[in-house]
């Protein structure tokens, strides 16, 4: 992985949040010594490069009224890329993550209630190569920070 020291600094800034404001990427440019342009130019190559997945707000779903649980399907090796692409695309969805395990597909998903999670999980594990699937709702939730040393 070859980055230059902005892309690091960029990398760093980005980890700890965008500011909060009408011109956020104005504002990291500032930060590391690039323009508005640069630095949104510099996030879509980080992006295609696959060295950024997401950016994106995190927000505390239960607080909002959501209802989130964590699914494991077990889908045939032959449509994993095609049910993870059906599955990632999902709105509800985050988090979608192929695993190497029975179990070899896990992803969030959230809904403004549980009924609608629950018809949702329903609908994707009827997925052509679904064989199996398991929701484990969390218990109890801890936040962790994770920022990445670059």
């Not at 009408?22 to 696959?50: H, N, Q, T, W, Y």
């Amino acid at each position: 992985m070859n980055l230059t020291n902005k892309e690091k600094q960029l990398i760093r800034l980005l980890q700890t949040g965008l500011p909060l404001s009408a011109r956020p990427f104005r504002d990291l440019g500032r930060k590391c010594g690039m323009s508005e342009s640069g630095v949104i130019g510099r996030v879509k190559e980080l992006v295609s490069r696959g060295l950024i997945r997401r950016l994106g707000g995190v927000f505390d779903s239960k607080s909002l009224g959501y209802a989130t649980t964590l699914i494991g399907f077990r889908v045939r090796s032959a449509r994993l890329a095609m049910v993870a692409a059906a599955v990632a695309e999902r709105s509800e969805v985050t988090h979608c993550y192929r695993r190497d395990d029975r179990y070899n597909l896990w992803f969030t998903l959230h809904s403004p209630s549980r009924r609608g999670l629950l018809a949702l999980f329903r609908q994707l594990a009827a997925l052509r190569g679904v064989e199996g699937a398991m929701e484990l709702p969390a218990k109890e939730v801890f936040k962790v920070d994770v920022n990445l040393r670059v």
